[in-house]
């Protein structure tokens, strides 16, 4: 029999967070791709534009006009999937018919004044500035709420509809799906090891350092051995951090001299700016909090959809929403490319 | 307080069958989209093309040549996921890095003879043979793996690289993730109640009646109570029937009709060609097979993207990947829209 290659051999892997397999087969790299192409940014992006409800100075859905902010800027979300005060369901008549009351707010954070920007391209003192605006809506919210959601989808290709850099915050009444294995998972790997799952898992990733995109003094970045996104990273503090408030300023300095090195270097993959949704992960928040969450890590996830070049993705389709999570390259491979990448910004270099 | 409607008010929904959790929030079909649209299908499909290697007579990757077939057509993927042989990764040396052996088949299944020609627009009897054709193959592959997973990636939206009507079968030597989920689900329903889960939830749905789209003597077409995709469909055979192969002949020309039906309302729906990725979960096969799996019902899952036309689609991006599945309109809307539409195809009619 053949000794086994993860690039050349394909084989299952277990994503301990998620409670999650994924099906790894590299050699599928190799086939030909006539498939969908996405298409290609062209028109560019102008500074201001006052007809652009996230511009400072512009007039949104609600009539409000935003005020001539000059650095980050948070407003509620016109058009919310939660809302405070929804009415609850009621019992339901049937264990097959569970229906459950959602209340929560939604709430949009302009990164920078500017439309043309993107975060890389932000200086590291701006995206300072986005992760205090970060910490302090997760401190708001999570006095309310039991989860605080921030995520940012960037670029058309991620359903986002406005090219102003920016995130939302989806703050809810009840511990999402995902949160809710993550918080499962690392409660039960605390009580079996005595520490949480993701400080010890940093810790081997930096030690193995296969995986390792990049480090610094308080963070690391990698794409976790059970990645399903083709270039998905995982971004670690590496002490003991739970939620996002309690990062010292020279950990928020450094975090965003990290992520503005992960994403030039996302950019300089295919040369594009390059799309992916994000979003961090930390314990449980709200007026239950009796519970210490020792077991919990915070984390962000980076998840970007294409695979071979600026215009051609992965579909996660069939036997991906029927069956199993697929990529067809190895973490290790992805890891590889990404690391070997100028971490100055294609953009820069050009002029 | 407000009366609760679901089409007013967000909530989250319980799916028993995977243990997820959905975010319905009906109010927010009312905002505007910007966002990114769909490319249009312009370009006609060719009935044939020497060049295209599902035809009758081209020539494939591996340089065999295609026979001249009438009916369906079954050879193997020529870029496969899953091989029969590839060797174990062998024991892991950390329980967070857990890797474990794969092993499989990838088949390709052409419908037809003709490119431009889609299910809907078959005859039922050209159905019936697809149906037939699945049958053997779960039975034929099901005899050396525990798992067939029969899906269909329909149109570029989702995937789909090449336009000839056809489906994939991936057979493998472990238990997919999401068919691990339906095992443990409805396993652990039957025990508690004595019947299966789906039995019993496709009685519920033919009595209730908001969330049906077309019964027939052997078959129910509903939206399921927990559906994420805009105009998710559940297809369910109204007797207890454990995969494809117990399925009668009466039951198969039932079903070969019933799909006809709910596809064109698909087309139907936006007047087009409407994307969907679909599949088949029947009881886990393969060699193990003491166990009798009474708890397992058959059943198709449609999983279609478009939301508003033709062109806008639903985003599952940020909110979604890091947190939970979120739905825009209530699944009795989506059932309802889809039971008012035609049974002929606007193709048809429009000639
Ligand atoms: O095998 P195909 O049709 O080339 O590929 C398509 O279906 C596969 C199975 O769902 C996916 O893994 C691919 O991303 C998708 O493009
Ligand atoms: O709120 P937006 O940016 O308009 O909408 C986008 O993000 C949401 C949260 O992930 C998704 O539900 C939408 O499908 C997507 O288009």
Redesign the interface.
């Known amino acids: ?4 290659r ?1 690039s050349e ?6 994503n ?1 967070l998620q409670d ?2 994924v ?1 790894v ?1 590299a050699h ?1 790299m ?7 192409l996405e ?1 290609q940014l062209l028109k560019t992006v102008p500074r201001h534009d006052p007809l652009n409800p996230l511009c400072p100075g512009a007039t949104r ?1 609600n009539g409000e006009v935003n005020p001539h902010y000059d650095g980050t800027f948070l407003f509620d979300n ?6 405070p005060d ?5 019992p339901s008549d ?9 209340r ?1 707010i939604c709430k949009v954070m302009c990164f920078h004044p500017w439309s043309d920007v993107t975060l890389p391209l932000m200086s590291v003192p701006e995206i300072r500035a986005v992760i205090d605006a970060w910490a302090s809506v997760t401190e708001e919210l999570g006095a309310r709420y039991p ?1 605080v ?1 921030i ?3 960037k670029g ?7 090219p102003h850099p920016h995130c ?1 915050v ?1 703050a ?1 009444s ?1 511990l ?4 809710q294995r993550e918080e499962r998972s690392q409660k039960s790997y605390h009580s079996q ?1 005595g520490e949480p ?1 993701l400080l ?2 940093g810790r ?1 990733e930096l030690h193995r350092k296969e995986r390792l995109v990049l480090s610094s003094e308080h963070w690391l970045v990698l794409v976790p ?1 059970w990645a399903v996104w083709p270039f998905q990273t995982l971004l670690l503090p590496r002490r003991h951090v739970r939620r996002l408030p309690e990062l010292t300023p020279a950990e928020r300095d450094d975090l965003a001299s990290i992520m503005k090195k992960l994403l030039t270097k996302y950019d300089n993959l295919f040369e594009t700016s390059f799309p992916y ?3 961090w ?1 930390g314990a449980p928040t709200g007026l239950k909090t009796g519970a210490t969450y020792d077991h919990w890590q915070l984390h962000a ?1 980076y ?1 970007p959809p294409l695979l071979r070049s600026a215009t051609v993705r992965k ?1 996660m ?3 991906e ?6 990529r067809d390259l190895t973490p290790e491979q992805a890891a590889e490319r990404l690391r070997v990448l100028p971490e100055i910004h294609y953009c820069l270099l050009k002029k």
């Open positions: 029999a053949a000794t086994f993860a051999h394909q084989h299952i892997r277990y301990p999650e397999w099906l087969s599928r190799k086939r030909p791709w006539q498939g969908q298409p859905a016109d058009f919310p999937a939660l809302q929804a009415p609850d369901p009621g049937h264990p097959l018919f569970r229906a459950e009351a959602a929560g989860w959601q995520f940012e989808n058309a290709m991620m359903g986002c509809s406005n939302q989806w809810s009840f999402p799906d995902i949160a090891h799952l010890e898992y081997q051995f949704s994000m979003g992960h996830h998840y579909f389709v069939g036997y929403m029927l069956a199993q999570a697929q």
